[in-house]
């Protein structure tokens, strides 16, 4: 019988939420096919039209959490698929903390655009 490994703690929080993560990914995935390609068509996108929708606080709010969620998971995924490749000791806290850096880096990135198309002037 073939052995089942994963760097993953199948009781722990890091395992649940990356489960949950990927739950919600699917059913924003779904809301962005079916607002962007069956309610509006590809040659009606504008870019007041994008505007406009990052102006109300549901679909910015929307858009902000996806950016976090998705962040999270596959920054998780990608460092426990280094782990389960025997990533280990200092490297594995290198790669940690690279990553950690590199996600707070696209969250803030990916705020400040969203701020941007909203019209919301923090900085």
Known sequence: M???????NSNGSLWLIQRITAAFLVIVLAFHFFLLHF????????FAGSQY????????SLMVLFLITATFH???GVYNGLTNQGLEGTQKTVVKWVLV???ALL??????TANAFAGIALF
């Open 107 to 112: 969250i803030f990135q990916g705020i400040r």
């Open 2 to 8: 073939a052995e089942r490994y994963s760097s993953f």
């Open 74 to 76: 596959g920054v998780n």
């Open 53 to 60: 929708r990052m102006g109300t606080l549901s679909y910015y």
């Open 101 to 103: 850096v590199a996600s």
């Open 39 to 46: 309610v509006n068509h590809a040659s009606e996108i504008t």
